[in-house]
């Protein structure tokens, strides 16, 4: 079976930047900044984005072009041609698509509430909620939570899951070049589109209440970007930062790696790879930065926008900002634009998540393009079930955390070793370099061969040693809970047990074929 192909160089572009950009541009990076020292956060999310995002970027970007020229879409099969005398690398690998499927689960659910409430703001079916508890209320009834005046059963935010999950396993069947890529050029440029709009709108709101004139847009920025230097003494500050880098760029997971490998063999990876990047961080920072926490300031001022930051972003996406938006002529419309910006956003990355167990089943099994969608769609419609019905209980922050922050920093860590160590610098950079427009800074051997591995090597040694033992025991949960959340994990550890026989199954059949 002829390899898949991207379409255009401009499409690769744009479908790896429609992973980047999403509900974690314009919702957790304007909290996490807000949370952790305001302007001074800018300093250790930026270093990591030098030293973290970038060199991850051109890293997956490369293997997974070079792994796609053995045929290989996802991280076993390319950590193997990278590593071939080594027979375990591969089910390190396995994170490289347990990681994005983690991720799909929930990621997928909240995306289907932000279509559900598009529809909503146009229809006008929350505006008798004026106060933040009552829109509290419509956001939990909704979530099937608890039973109330708004919605008495989880039916209309099920509809939304279907209509959501079906359109997500549509796009990804149509394939590479005519599903996502076709896609992501359409849904980017309108999701910015969308995302300027509203952010002038912001801009423009002055002090909406003429009685609090220091209520005002010009505060409301202060207040996301005043530094308050003192964050910088915080570890928790620094691994808030490298977090978020990771997650927005959607590095460090086997997705871009993906994506790579539908490349060819000359085509240029190196500023591709940093075009990616900096559209991202346009929209988080720039866009991002310019939305929420102004706009929430502006109407409710610095002690309820420090509350509303830390309420954490369901708050911000679905309470905060239809109240005011509600406050503004054409409301309805604005909040359409919000809601539908995050549903693109969120698309357009949901899919990239797809990707990679869908490739490893069509590449290493020969299955169908159809058949391997169908396998996966049954198998993620029952986990996000599970999601569904235990999101009182806590299910979303676990498999985030797993999924959305462990696992990030552990694949990071494996990759960036087997790049620059075992598959080598001098290769390495040989291989990044073939057909590129660019020549990346030369300084870059030297990050990507110590400082990138040491770094994160650093924030995993800092979590086992800080966070480990209270995460293992269950410490922080509450005590209702416990049960659930160890059923959450042991699915979880069920799925990566399913993933890595699957990889013991395809290797062993190919060493029986090869003698
Ligand atoms: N980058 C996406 C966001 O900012 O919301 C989330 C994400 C997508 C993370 C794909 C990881 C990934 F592989």
């Given at each position: 079976m002829a390899r898949e192909r991207w379409s255009s160089k401009l499409g690769v572009i744009l479908a790896v930047a429609g992973s980047a950009v999403g509900l974690g541009n314009f919702l957790v990076f304007p909290s996490q900044a807000a949370r952790n020292g305001g302007g001074a956060f800018m300093i250790p999310y930026f270093l990591a984005l030098v030293l973290l995002g970038l060199p991850l970027m051109w890293i997956e970007w490369t293997i997974g072009r070079f792994g796609g020229g053995f045929g290989h879409s996802t991280a076993p099969g390319i950590f193997h041609t990278l590593w071939n005398k080594n027979r375990f690398i591969k089910y390190f690998g396995v994170i490289g698509i347990f990681g994005p499927l983690v991720i799909f689960i929930y990621y997928i659910y909240v995306e289907s509430w932000l279509l559900g409430y598009s529809i909503f703001a146009l229809l006008g079916k929350y505006n008798s909620c004026t106060t933040e508890h009552s829109m509290l209320a419509f956001l939990q009834g909704y979530q099937g939570v608890v039973q109330n005046q708004f919605f008495s059963s989880i039916g209309p935010s099920?509809?939304?899951?279907?209509?959501?999950?079906l359109l997500n396993i549509l796009i990804v069947c149509f394939g590479i070049s005519k599903g996502i890529e076709r896609v992501c050029k359409y849904g980017l440029p309108i999701l910015f589109v969308?995302?300027?709009?509203?952010?002038?709108?912001?801009?423009?709101?002055?002090?909406?209440?003429?009685?609090?004139?220091?209520?005002?847009?010009?505060?409301?920025?202060?207040f996301l970007w005043n530094p308050d230097w003192s964050a910088l003494k915080s570890a928790k500050v620094w691994l808030a930062a490298a977090g978020q880098i990771l997650f927005t760029l959607s590095c460090g997971i086997g997705v871009i790696l993906t994506y790579a490998s539908y490349l060819t063999k000359n085509d240029d990876v190196a500023l591709s790879g940093l075009t990616a990047a900096a559209t991202n961080e346009v929209a988080e920072v720039i866009l991002g930065g310019s939305i929420v926490i102004p706009a929430a300031f502006a109407f409710f001022g610095p002690l309820a926008t420090t509350k509303i930051a830390e309420a954490g972003v369901f708050n911000l996406a679905f309470v905060t900002m239809p109240l005011v938006l509600q406050k503004i002529a054409l409301g309805n419309v604005f909040g359409f634009l919000w809601f539908m910006l995050?549903?693109?956003?969120?698309?357009?990355?949901?899919?990239?998540?797809?990707?990679?167990?869908?490739?490893?089943?069509?590449?290493?099994?020969?299955?169908?393009?159809k058949t391997a969608t169908g396998i996966f769609a049954i198998t993620t419609f029952v986990l996000t079930n599970s999601v569904i019905f235990l999101l009182g209980k806590g299910a979303v922050d676990e498999l985030h955390f797993w999924g959305g922050t462990f696992c990030l920093v552990l694949f990071g860590t494996i990759e960036t070793i087997l790049f620059g160590w075992i598959f080598g610098m001098e290769d390495g950079w040989t291989e990044m370099h073939v057909g590129s427009d660019i020549s990346i800074p030369r300084i870059y051997r030297f990050i990507i061969k110590y400082v990138t591995p040491v770094f994160l090597l650093f924030i995993l040694g800092f979590w086992c040693w800080q966070e480990w033992t209270p995460l293992i025991l269950l410490r922080n949960i509450p005590a209702e809970n416990v049960p659930y959340i160890i059923g959450i994990r042991l699915m979880l550890v069920g799925l990566f047990a399913v993933l890595a026989i699957l990889v013991w199954i395809v290797w062993r059949r190919k060493e029986l074929r090869s003698t």
């Open positions: 099920y509809t939304f899951f279907l209509i959501t999950f969308f995302a300027i709009v509203l952010m002038v709108r912001v801009l423009t709101l002055g002090a909406p209440d003429p009685a609090k004139p220091d209520y005002n847009i010009a505060n409301g920025l202060g995050l549903f693109l956003a969120g698309i357009t990355s949901s899919i990239s998540l797809a990707q990679p167990a869908v490739a490893f089943l069509q590449d290493e099994f020969d299955l169908p393009k």
